[in-house]
């Protein structure tokens, strides 16, 4: 008789353990923070046009941390800028990259050849000032592709030009006043949407 006890009193003992067993693995795992998306850095720029010998304007900008720089800054700054502003009598209100500004307009023999940075620019063939003004994320910049070209011309209200500078940071321009000329009045204004992906280290 005490034998054929024996298996009901170990078929208990191990239910109870399962029993036990599972209610343990039940208890909720505690959340893992998520971060936010990312928002996408805006602001606002104006760049005067070069006024020939006139090193005094600001004329020249470095994308990442949106600063405008004078031209008479170009020995001490230049290897920091990505590109400049310029006014022609047939490119118009136009772009370009430090590596690629044309000499015409301002020669700056005062940044060295090998620091003078390459910045890519092309005028958007499908978006429009609404669709830059929807942009809220970083992400939503992540289809740009990089231009092949260092320059961008014939600039006019409204245009979007997509660019990436040489340290991969990407974004969108978009034109919202130009002033015709290439003196002390000439200018163009515009806002910037910059997906910031790589910070340089000053030295």
Request: aromatic share 10%; with cysteine.
């Amino acid at each position: 008789m005490k034998n054929i006890l024996k298996f009901p009193l170990l078929f208990a003992l191990l239910a109870n353990l399962f029993v036990l067993t599972s209610c343990g693995s039940e208890e909720e795992l505690p959340e893992i923070p998520v971060d936010p998306p990312a928002l996408v850095t805006t602001y606002s720029a104006k760049l005067l046009a070069a006024p020939l010998g006139d090193e005094s304007s600001s004329t020249f900008m470095t994308f990442y941390n949106n600063t405008i720089h004078r031209i008479s800054d170009a020995g001490t700054t230049g290897s920091t800028w990505d590109f400049g502003y310029f006014y022609g009598s047939t490119r118009k209100a136009s772009f370009a990259s430090v590596k690629n500004y044309p000499t015409d307009v301002f020669d700056l023999t005062a940044i060295a050849d090998a620091d003078k940075k390459e910045c890519f620019f092309v005028k958007s063939t499908t978006l429009t000032a609404a669709d830059f003004d929807a942009i809220t994320l970083e992400s939503e910049l992540n289809s740009i592709a990089k231009p092949t070209t260092q320059s961008v011309t014939e600039l006019n209200v409204g245009d979007i030009v997509e660019f990436q500078d040489s340290y991969d940071n990407k974004g969108l321009i978009k034109i919202t006043r130009v002033v015709e000329g290439n003196g002390a009045s000439g200018q163009i204004e515009f806002d910037v949407k910059i997906q910031v992906n790589n910070i340089p280290v000053q030295g």
